[in-house]
């Protein structure tokens, strides 16, 4: 899909915050209401909106660790991916897994409550897994994102 | 400090964050002034930062994502913030963040396509200062990306 400019004003205003009304919206675009309503729907409906995300602090929540974790699998071939997919996956504390290519085959974003606490998840939970290999962590210190080329 | 009930209306919103106010008040059996009273001290606490919208970049082109790590000259002493404000100006990188281990800094990005990739990559990632060493991950496929918390 193509965005003309007031799409990616849009776009840029519901990634800083999608809270806002299409009224609020529409009134900083200098657009109508229905108007608005008919962009972001659009919007969504090309599949560019994948959803909208509910931001929390995960310090004040009790999280106060974030872990990003590579993993290479030990046993390829004996191993099967959708398997340790879904094992990786079930797991409450592992936030993301992308499958990638190059040092590593997967990469874990794992939240804990403290670092005793990731050590617990990573031995018990992580290590145990069937197939993992070599693991390498490495603790977040922050995060920034950025609105990206819109 | 959360209660069981903050705990609760938390996971529902972090499952469907479109969900309003009478809706949680049904699910969770209070009114919804009191359930509206909570959230405003959430809010207050800062511990209820907003929603964000989730764009989906390869509906939009962008088919090649890759994340790239990043050891820093630290015999520079400003390395970190002068290498992050640069790669701020760089449309592409969605993402960046700082880390205590082998890896010093991470940026995600985005490229339409191999050549795209290549393009950013020379002109305006390998250009950025004090870079002591790129390790590039790419991604095959998101498996999991959710990133709800485990309340």
């Known amino acids: ?150 | 400090m959360l209660d069981d009930i903050d705990r609760r209306l938390l996971r529902l919103m972090q499952s469907d964050p479109t969900s309003g106010v009478p809706e949680l008040a049904r699910v969770v059996g209070l009114t919804p002034a009191r359930v509206g009273r909570r959230l405003d001290r959430l809010r207050e606490d800062q511990v209820l930062r907003g929603t964000q919208a989730r764009i989906n970049w390869p509906a939009l082109g962008y088919a090649v994502a890759v994340s790239l790590r990043i050891t820093l000259d630290k015999t520079v002493s400003n390395a970190f913030d002068e290498f992050i404000s640069a790669a701020r100006d760089v449309p592409e990188v969605i993402e960046i963040q700082t880390f205590l281990g082998r890896v010093d800094v991470r940026l995600s990005l985005i490229a339409k396509d191999m050549p795209d990739y290549q393009r950013i990559y020379r002109a305006r990632i390998l250009t950025l200062p004090h870079i002591a060493d790129i390790e590039a991950l790419m991604t095959v496929a998101t498996v999991k990306s959710d990133e709800s918390l485990p309340l």
Not at chain 1, 15 to 23: E, F, L
Not at chain 1, 79 to 96: C, H, K, M
Not at chain 1, 132 to 137: T, W
């Open chain 1, 1 to 150: 899909m193509t965005l003309d400019d007031l799409d990616r004003a849009l776009l840029r205003a519901l990634v800083a915050n999608a809270d806002q009304s299409t009224t609020q919206l529409g009134a900083k675009l200098g657009l109508s209401q229905p108007a608005t309503w008919r962009r972001i729907k659009r919007l969504e409906e090309a599949g560019v909106i994948a959803g909208r995300q509910l931001i929390l602090n995960a310090e004040k929540v009790g999280f106060g660790v974030t872990v990003f974790l590579g993993v290479k699998l030990a046993t390829k071939g004996r191993v099967s991916l959708e398997d340790f997919e879904r094992a990786i996956g079930a797991i409450p504390e592992v936030q993301t897994v992308d499958h990638v290519l190059g040092l590593y085959d997967y990469r874990l974003r794992v939240v804990a409550r403290d670092l005793a606490d990731f050590e617990r998840v990573l031995r018990r939970r992580i290590m145990t897994m069937p197939g993992v290999g070599d693991v390498e962590a490495n603790v977040l210190l922050s995060e920034e994102r950025r609105p990206g080329p819109i």
